[in-house]
């Protein structure tokens, strides 16, 4: 199996897990590992030059990082 097909199966199983963690609203270990599957997908994108992908993921990860912020700026 090629580099690429590895990395976008490892981050689907991450977006997958971070997806459930959220409806067990299991906090902040959600938003960390659905982050490391839209890193991977952000990869994936760049590596396939699929402009897609970097688009829907790029903007995500902003969103994850902040939330990993507000939530030890509060702790």
Excluded: E
Aim: charged share 10%; glycine share 10%.
């Amino acid at each position: 199996m090629d580099k690429t097909k590895v990395i976008k199966w490892t981050s689907t199983a991450a977006v997958l897990v971070g997806i459930a963690l959220t409806n067990l609203n299991i906090y902040p270990v959600n938003i960390m590992i659905h982050g490391a599957g839209a890193t991977g997908w952000t990869i994936a994108g760049f590596l396939t030059k699929d402009r897609a992908l970097l688009t829907n993921f790029c903007l995500q990860l902003p969103l994850f990082i902040f939330g990993i912020v507000n939530f030890f700026l509060q702790g």
